[in-house]
């Protein structure tokens, strides 16, 4: 069975940063393929970041130039460096398997002015 753990979320004020973690877990599970998504009270779901062998990295214009996703496929683990977090920023951050559209529980990024 396949487990997406994300961490490293909190309370930051604006211009600070976060760095994100999503480890997983699971026989035979890669990581070639994953995403980060969040969702804003009130908002819907949007694309983040994603990252793939085939497509290389994906960032929504709205985090470009302030985000950086990476991975680190010995530990099975993708990361989402936050750096000059405004407080639209605020959401709850998923990590999300791209190919078998697993979720990650989610983790709380709130950004205060």
């Known amino acids: 069975q396949v487990q997406l753990v994300e961490s490293g979320g909190g309370l930051v004020q604006a211009g600070g940063s976060l760095r994100l973690s999503c480890a997983a877990s699971?026989?035979?599970?890669?990581?070639?393929?994953m995403g980060w998504y969040r969702q804003a009270p009130g908002k819907q779901r949007e694309l983040v970041a994603r990252?793939?062998?085939?497509?290389?990295?994906y960032y929504a214009d709205s985090v470009k130039g302030r985000f950086t996703m990476s991975r680190d496929s010995a530990k099975n683990t993708v990361y989402l460096q936050m750096d000059s977090l405004k407080p639209e920023d605020t959401a709850t951050y998923y990590c999300?398997?791209?190919?078998?559209?697993?979720w990650g529980q989610g983790t709380q990024v709130t950004v205060s002015s």
């Open positions: 999300v398997s791209l190919l078998n559209n697993y």
């Open positions: 699971g026989s035979r599970f890669s990581i070639n393929a």
């Open positions: 990252i793939s062998s085939a497509a290389g990295t």
